[in-house]
């Protein structure tokens, strides 16, 4: 049982009030229309688009830094380790502390707005610490942007549809991540490996996105019963109540390993790719052949939410389980393969993003609405993702510790020996009685 609390688990647009046996007609009749909503929800996606940009080229720039700087890949990679500490805090604070009480919308533009400007400053960094504290702001600020999009989606559509909003909004972080290493690649290319273009170029084009989406979310309008539906009080008490919730736990736990294989192919694909060929293969070329792990994920993302849609809750437990064994049997697998084909190992890592993606995106996204509700999806889906992106530290300096050690083959085992653990956490996820996933669903047949 996801939610305990019978209301407040609802989506706006089917919240029963006290007497009712049927939820009011629903908003995509009466209030915005559909093009309108998705409109709207394409906007947001392209300005978490945007932040990946200005996150994700450092992949790009981690070979070009350790060579400009003398450093070997554990001090590179306690950079990244730094920054996705900071990022977790801000996913601890501003959730619960200022993204539930004052909304979503203005949260976003000073998330975007302060990605562009760290991001750009990282340019000029004249150290690998000052680069790590600009790095560290970068990301703190762009922890506020997922949250801030749970925010404010649900208000556009109604709850029959927010679970096919939501897989869409995942997708931002996939496409923004492909988009990050192609347009980092190019600029590598086009700059001779200047790790200075490839941090800060991104930031000027975020500006551009910012001026698109308060153009358009300037004039934002949501579900006729999204704003008539009572509003929650945001209380202290109400986030402690999660301690009782056994399935929360569960879900933090499984955000937390998950979390490790994202961002340790977020942050080492484009390095692995170098090394495995000697340093033969061109920064523009690793980016490239890096990107179907982001490409294939958002596939994966999709066909596991039509999937979950179709299939009994009991049975879903043994999906997810077989689903991350066979990543943990892939990512073990991936050093092994000879680097003369190359083709198989980029299929892999294509085969890998494609599997974990998918219940990755279900942790801090339908689930973190369903947890609490809407008035509390900020707070869920920060600690859902704060207890994720603490374990970017192993990511980070205690994987690139682990290659220094190690090599690869070190790294990806321990990396799958990880996965393990979580296929077996699926297992209490879903418990046995037969509930749908979102608990609006038996109210919309």
Known sequence: MLNTDNTAGLAPAEVILPGETEPPISASVVGI???????????VILGYIGVYLCRKNFAVAVPMLQTAFGANKAQVGAIDSYATIAYALGKLLLGPLIIDRIGGKICFFVALLGVA??????AFAVSLPTLGIFYMANRFCGSAGWESMVKIVPDWFPAKHLSLAMAFLSLSFVFGG?????????????????????????SIILLVIIGICWLILSREKKTTAAVGAPKI?????????????????????????????????????????????????????????STPFDAAGAVGI??????LDRILPQHRNWLLFGILTAVAA???????????????????????GFLSYGPYSLLAGVLAVEIKGKDFVATVAGLVDAAGYLSGIISGYFFGRILDYGGYKM??????????????????LYGQKKQPLHPSYESSL
Do not use: Y
């Open 411 to 428: 790294g990806f085992h321990f990396l799958g020996a990880t996965m393990l653990v979580a296929a077996l956490l699926c297992f209490g």
């Open 302 to 307: 999709l066909l596991l939410g039509w999937i």
């Open 330 to 352: 892939l990512t073990m697998l991936l050093p092994h393969i000879a680097i003369t084909k190359l083709w198989l190992i980029v299929t892999i890592i294509g085969l890998i």
């Open 117 to 122: 400007l760290f991001g750009g400053l990282s």
């Open 178 to 202: 492909v988009c990050s290493l192609l347009l980092a690649g190019e600029i590598a290319q086009i700059s001779n490996n200047n790790w200075h273009a490839v941090l800060g170029f991104p």
């Open 33 to 43: 229309t559909h093009s309108r909503a998705m409109l709207q929800l394409a906007c």
């Open 233 to 289: 009080e945001w209380r202290l008490s109400r986030i402690l109540e999660l301690a009782a919730i056994p399935q929360f736990w569960i879900v933090c736990a499984l955000s937390f390993i998950l979390t490790i294989t994202r961002e340790t192919f977020n942050v080492w694909t484009v390095d692995f790719l170098k090394t495995e060929t000697g340093g033969h293969m061109s920064s523009a070329l690793a980016a490239l052949l």
